[in-house]
């Protein structure tokens, strides 16, 4: 089934659209269910759809609607943006006299949305079309595939470049989600602006071969409904992607538990 | 021994002399030594290449030195010793503030090659030279830190129980397919020193604040951090917050 990329949307007060009425009213990002796959939709309140206060709020909401709807198995959720920018990391009020301590207000705030993603009772997938940078990069490798574009867009680790050291969770993040060590090192330590192929051959995203915003998005709808079909009971399948990241866990604070609930036993 | 010079914003520490290099206690002292000046030196935007003259790059500790105590019990004392005290120049190499680049004229045996993996950057040569853990073959179990370098630095399984359990000789371009060094498209000694040269110039154009650079790459190691006693902290120096 295609799906039709919206283009920017600019209405107020535009509901979470689910199959259960939401109550919550904002602009920062949408969900949507098609069919069986969620579709959450960044915002924010400029075209970088930088992580604000308002937008780490909006996530959140938008993960616990996924995280309560989908407890019968067999969906899949799809993050997208469109655009320059995929999310261009957190919305720092350079300048101002309070700027340091609300840098410091989002991150921790985030390790939220980083915790919901990972306890998440679904696959997880990332339509990257455009940059994703510091905070913007950390949002989308809490995924368990990403996807994106050749010819449009980079990832960038900009800390070293902005003199800013790595809150725990990110560094555990990019050590269980970047196998080589010197990719890791190319990301965090040189700071590297890295495009769609040389991503993919760097093993930090799962493929690149996408020309267009529709086809990185496309993409991800055919791989979320490949893997909605396998009917993964969703508890298991959290609790088996949190044993894969047994560090990032123990920073987050995540407790793992043993389920046994297969139909055979 | 051990020299160390500043052109422009590089460092260059050689270690000196025809010989493999074997650390003996006085050169681990001039190495740290070394590494203190360099630490005290640096600024925004300055960065450490480390290489050595002739057929060596080192060959690992002076074991000749601890096998000439006399007795078994005294060669084993002394093996501790210089164990304990080359762990100091990893720790430095690991904390230091900026980017750090080994270039290998030659072989980098044991602790030789323990020296080379503590840099960010390591740079051989393709026709000469070879990677050598010789432990396994010599009989000797490995320091804790070893073992958690090499396990934080060569990220294949594979290629660290080829290293670590095979006694394999890894030449230059093996060790790159290996994901061990960067660079090994250098066929002189001249040649893998420019090398370094051109990197370490493109590394310091990017005036990385090197507290919070060192910072940045101690997150990327915990393991052998943890080791080593370093303690990671949070560093917030952008001049825009």
Request: charged share 20%; proline share 3%.
């Amino acid at each position: 089934m295609a799906i039709k990329t919206k283009k920017k949307i600019h209405e107020k007060n535009q509901k979470l659209t689910v199959h259960t009425k939401s109550l919550r009213l904002t602009t920062m990002c949408t969900l949507e269910k098609h069919g069986s796959l969620f579709i959450l939709t960044l915002i924010g309140d400029n075209h970088e759809h930088r992580l604000g206060p308002s937008l780490i709020d909006c996530l959140l909401s938008a993960l616990s609607q996924v995280n309560s709807q989908a407890i019968n198995g067999g969906s899949a959720l799809i993050t997208v943006a469109h655009g320059k920018f995929f999310c261009n990391g957190f919305d720092v009020p350079w300048g101002q006299s309070d700027a340091r301590s609300r840098l410091h207000q989002m991150v921790e705030s985030f390790r939220s949305v980083m915790s919901a993603l990972l306890s998440l009772p679904v696959p997880t997938i990332a339509a990257v079309s455009g940059h994703a940078a510091a905070g913007g990069l950390v949002l989308a490798l809490g995924h368990d595939y990403v996807l994106m574009r050749r010819d449009r867009g980079f990832l960038y680790m900009s800390e070293v470049d902005l003199a800013i050291t790595l809150p725990d969770y990110v560094a555990a993040l990019m050590r269980s989600k970047i196998g080589g060590s010197a990719a890791r090192r190319d990301v965090l330590l040189r700071g590297m602006k890295v495009k769609g192929e040389e991503a993919v051959r760097m093993g930090i995203v799962d493929s690149a071969a996408y020309d267009s915003e529709e086809s990185v998005v496309e993409a991800a709808v055919r791989l979320g409904h490949r893997l909605a079909e396998r009917k993964w009971n969703g508890e298991v399948y959290a609790e088996i992607r949190k044993s894969l990241y047994p560090e990032i866990c123990g920073v987050l604070g995540l407790v793992s538990k043993t389920i046994v609930a297969s139909s055979k036993l | 021994m051990c020299t160390l010079e500043k052109r422009g914003n590089l460092f260059f520490l050689t270690l000196t002399g025809d010989d493999d290099h074997r650390f003996s206690l006085t050169l681990i002292e001039s190495l740290i030594f070394a590494l203190s000046k360099v630490k005290s030196q640096a600024v925004h935007g300055s960065a450490l290449i480390t290489t050595a003259h002739g057929k060596f790059f080192s060959n690992g500790f002076d074991l000749a030195w601890a096998q000439s105590a006399g007795s078994s019990s005294g060669a084993i004392d002394r093996l501790h010793h210089l164990v304990a005290s080359f762990k100091p120049v990893v720790s430095a190499l690991l904390s230091l503030p900026m980017p750090t680049i080994a270039a290998l004229p030659g072989h980098a045996a044991a602790a030789g090659f323990l020296l080379a993996l503590s840099h960010d950057y390591v740079l051989m040569r393709r026709d000469r030279g070879v990677l050598y853990m010789s432990e396994v073959d010599i009989g000797l179990t490995l320091p804790d830190y070893f073992t958690a370098l090499m396990r934080s630095k060569i990220g294949s399984a594979s290629a660290r129980r080829d290293i670590l359990l095979a006694g394999r000789k890894v030449k230059g371009e093996e060790a790159v397919r290996m994901g061990i060094v960067d660079s090994a498209a250098h066929d002189s000694e001249e040649s893998v020193v420019e090398g370094a040269v051109r990197l370490g110039e493109q590394l310091v154009k990017r005036k990385w604040n090197g507290e919070v650079y060192a910072e940045i790459r101690k997150s990327l190691y915990p393991e052998i951090c943890g080791v080593l006693g370093l303690v990671p902290k949070t560093v917030v120096a952008s001049s825009k917050l």
